[in-house]
Structures are given as C-alpha cells and as structure tokens.
C-alpha cells in the first residue's frame, strides 16, 4: 500500500467511527493506560469506574491501601503488580507534578508504569494532541492494510503513522481504530463483507486463501 492510499482508508475509518464527545480528565485516562496493559477493555473500564468512584485524585489514591486497590481493580492482569503502580504513578504525580498529569511525553514517561504507549494515550484521549497511542488494534489494522509488515513492533508503527498523517488524523487515529478492529476488523473471522475499507486492504487476499484451505480440510 503506498502512503496516499493508507492516509485515504484511515480519513474513511474516521468519518464512520470517530467522535469528539470523549469527557474522560486526562488522570483517567492515565488511570485507564496503566490498568490497560495485557487487558481486555470489557474488564479495564469496570475496574477502572470502581476505583475512581471511591478514590478519583491523586492523593486519594495514594491514600488508600494497596490491598484496597487490589480488590477495587481485580481482575485486571498482574492486579496486585498494577495496584502498587498506581500508588507511586499518584506519588509522582503529587511529588513533581503538583498532582496535575503533565502535557508532554517526557514527563509522562517519568511515571510509573506509563511507556510510549500509554502516554501517547493521555496525550491523544486526554489532551487532544497529535500523538497515536498504538495498542493492538491499531497495530493490527495497520499491518493488515499493508503501510508496516507483519510483526512490526507497536514503538516503530507508531513512528511510521506520525510520519505520514496529519495532526488531526492523528487525533482520530487510536480511537477509531480501535472501535473498527473490535467491530469490524477483528483479529478473528473479520467482517470483510462490511468493511469500509476493504479495496485498501492486504490482508484479504491472504484471508480468503486461510478460509478456502479450512473448508478443504
């Protein structure tokens, strides 16, 4: 796929699947990036409305014992490892930054349990800057539309995507990749017939071949 086609399927995944109405604080989503991690959604947002619902600052997270963070947060993956993250995520916050979440990546990464990933998350959901949080959705689509090879680590997609979209592609880019790979390009049996961007897509061909030998066998 050549840079002009894959900058057209993203503009079309936008259109269909992005919205401006997100109201989540930056420390949630910083909350939210740290609980994450090796994490299905459909368990990381349950976790994460219970902790901040009894504890939504900084300091009263800090506060709260590290057992109680792990009964609130459970049962995300490595919980107990996550719930001493968040305790010295919200120390440093408190302790360097005033207990605001700070605007920019090198500070981000100051803190515990936040990588490129994550902060390139609070950046874009939290802030709305021009960064793309690359989870597996968006590196999945990408490699399927054929702008970065199979395999490729989640740091260098990241890197090519910011390399080739516009600040406001960016934007969109995490967020509507991710509801088009949960509703549409799933990692298993893709629903290609509905796909908006089927005619952009490496991946088909090589999908159509995998269904044809399954039937045969």
């Not at 993203?10 to 990036?33: M, N």
């Not at 994460?48 to 009894?54: C, D, E, G, N």
């Not at 950046?123 to 199979?150: C, K, M």
């Not at 997609?157 to 088009?180: C, D, G, H, Q």
Request: aromatic share 10%; glycine share 4%.
């Amino acid at each position: 796929m050549d840079k002009d086609d894959f900058v057209n399927a993203v503009k079309i995944i936008s259109r269909k699947y992005y919205t401006k109405e997100r109201k989540a604080s930056p420390f949630e989503i910083l909350v939210h990036g740290i609980l994450s991690t090796r994490t299905k959604d459909t368990t990381t947002f349950p976790a994460q409305k219970r902790l901040l619902s009894v504890a939504n600052t900084p300091e009263k997270i800090a506060k709260l014992p590290t057992k109680k963070i792990e009964n609130l947060i459970y049962p995300v993956g490595f919980f107990r490892v996550k719930a001493k993250l968040l305790k010295r995520a919200c120390n440093v916050l408190i302790t360097k930054f005033d207990s605001e979440v700070p605007s920019n990546k090198a500070d981000l990464m100051q803190i515990p349990g936040v990588g490129e990933k994550v902060a390139s998350l609070v950046l874009e959901w939290g802030f709305n800057l021009p960064y793309i949080a690359v989870d597996t959705h968006v590196n999945r689509i990408s490699q399927r539309l054929g702008i970065v090879p199979e395999g490729t680590k989640p740091a260098k997609t990241e890197a090519v995507l910011e390399s080739i979209l516009s600040p406001n592609l960016r934007i969109s880019t995490n967020y509507s990749f991710v509801r088009f790979g949960r509703e549409v390009c799933k990692p298993v049996s893709p629903q290609c017939g509905t796909c908006p961007v089927y005619k952009y897509c490496g991946f088909k061909l090589k999908y159509k071949y995998a269904k044809r030998m399954l039937r045969i066998n």
